[in-house]
């Protein structure tokens, strides 16, 4: 997304155990989780090179009350994906700036999601179709892809879906001076 929005960028993993967040964070707040992973990230990324601004970003997934988190395997994202079918969930988007070991901004974008009642014939054609890929997306879909069929309507912004609430990153970037007005 950066990439085609033009913002030069290099990606650096953020040695983070999210589980320990997770775990002292509410669980009814999935919004506030996704801020609190980002800040987290771009904080432990900050604090080894305080020059740069770094961007952390995470998702969460909130479903009847609780968390989806990524499925550990196509079993378990098959469960998943049977529980969410002809459901409505809330997809939510964290992103933190930070520099100099600091966060100077964080934010935080929620898209409603609604599946459609797809058959069982279709279920296995799309995991067969994206195979391990499901597992590296929260909910086990990835709506730039054959996932998008898996949905009747999704009311929110597209970026937020893919997992970066997009446009108010880029207006943070240049407030902030990083990119021209």
């Known amino acids: ?12 993993v ?19 989780l996704a801020a609190e992973l980002a800040r987290v990230k771009a904080l432990a990324v900050s604090r080894h090179d305080p020059d740069a601004w770094v961007l952390g970003a995470d998702q969460t997934l909130a479903f009847a009350g609780g ?4 499925a550990p395997s196509i079993a378990a994202a ?10 409505s969930h809330h997809l939510h988007s964290g992103a933190a700036l ?7 901004w964080s ?9 459609r009642v797809f058959s069982d014939a279709f279920l296995e054609a799309y995991l067969a179709s994206e195979g391990e890929a499901v597992l590296g997306s929260v909910g086990s879909y ?3 892809g054959m996932g998008s069929q898996l ?6 912004d597209y970026f937020t879906v893919l997992g970066l609430p997009l446009w108010p990153v880029l207006a943070e970037l240049r407030r902030a001076g990083v990119l021209a007005e």
């Open 1 to 12: 997304m950066l990439e085609g929005a033009g913002v030069p960028f290099s990606v650096q």
């Open 14 to 32: 953020a040695d983070v155990d999210e589980d320990a967040v997770k775990a002292t964070h509410d669980p009814g707040d999935a919004a506030g």
């Open 67 to 70: 968390l989806v988190s990524k």
């Open 78 to 87: 098959r469960a998943q994906l049977s529980a969410l079918r002809g459901q």
């Open 98 to 104: 930070a520099r100099n070991g600091q966060v100077v």
């Open 107 to 115: 934010g935080v974008d929620t898209a409603a999601m609604r599946m």
């Open 142 to 144: 990835r709506l730039e």
């Open 151 to 156: 949905f009747e309507a999704v009311d929110g």
